[in-house]
């Protein structure tokens, strides 16, 4: 069975301090890996796919197989980036995403 | 490009009633996906709809039904409503491959 792992329910850092958001992950196949951002009163968005390696916000994500982890990073964190993050798994197989159980980032003036 | 298109936004039923929630996803998107989020179990996978077929069904019970229709457009129906339903449910829209799903506003039911 797949799993998500977000350790961290709450994050708070400073304006321009770097943030990281753990994600570690359980699967037996290969992993297809996301991260969704919800800010507040808004939906649910995509904000970022590990397939394509890509920086979104200034935020990046590495996949490390080795350590089952999908770490989002940032390296000077903006207050518009207070918002709830999931890390989610893409089962092909099923054709379903798990999520995470979320973490809420706050980022402080 | 219109987004995912979820209605009613928010529903207030009894216990016992029944629910039905529509979707209409991205113009082009054939992959429907259903999620239920509430405080307690978070995220958790319903349903999945390709092309008016279900794909794949997650851990709920039997009173969680759906379909999905030729324009995409899909419902999920709820019967015998218990307090527990209370949550927001959750659409989501995709091309049927893997580039992640488009999520809707969601609907918001409250069983009382």
């Known amino acids: 069975a797949q799993r998500v792992t977000q350790p961290e329910k709450l994050l708070s850092v400073f304006k321009g301090a770097p943030v990281e958001l753990k994600c570690n992950y359980s699967?037996?196949?290969?992993?297809?890996l996301f991260w969704y951002v919800q800010y507040s009163r808004q939906r649910l968005q995509l904000l970022l796919r590990?397939?394509s390696r890509e920086s979104i916000k200034g935020f990046t994500a590495d996949l490390n197989k080795g350590e089952t982890s999908f770490h989002l990073k940032k390296p000077f964190a903006q207050e518009e980036d207070s918002a709830m993050y999931y890390c989610?798994?893409?089962?092909?197989?099923?054709?379903?995403?798990?999520f995470g159980s979320g973490t809420q980032l706050t980022v402080l003036p | 490009k219109a987004g995912v298109t979820q209605t009613p936004r928010y529903l207030i039923k009894t216990r016992g009633q029944q629910v039905t929630l529509s979707c209409s996803p991205i113009s082009g998107h054939r992959s429907v996906s259903w999620y239920q989020q509430t405080p307690g179990q978070g995220l958790q996978f319903l349903f999945e709809?390709?092309?008016?077929?279900?794909?794949n069904k997650g851990n709920f019970p039997g009173r969680f039904s759906g379909r999905q229709f030729s324009n995409s457009r899909s419902e999920m129906n709820v019967s015998t409503l218990e307090l527990g339903d209370s949550a927001l449910y959750l659409c989501?829209?995709?091309?049927?491959?893997?580039?992640?799903?488009?999520f809707g506003s969601g609907t918001r039911l409250t069983v009382v």
């Open positions: 989610a798994l893409f089962s092909g197989s099923a054709r379903q995403l798990t």
């Open positions: 989501a829209s995709g091309t049927g491959e893997n580039y992640g799903y488009t």
């Open positions: 590990h397939i």
């Open positions: 709809y390709f092309s008016e077929t279900q794909r």
């Open positions: 699967y037996s196949g290969s992993p297809e």
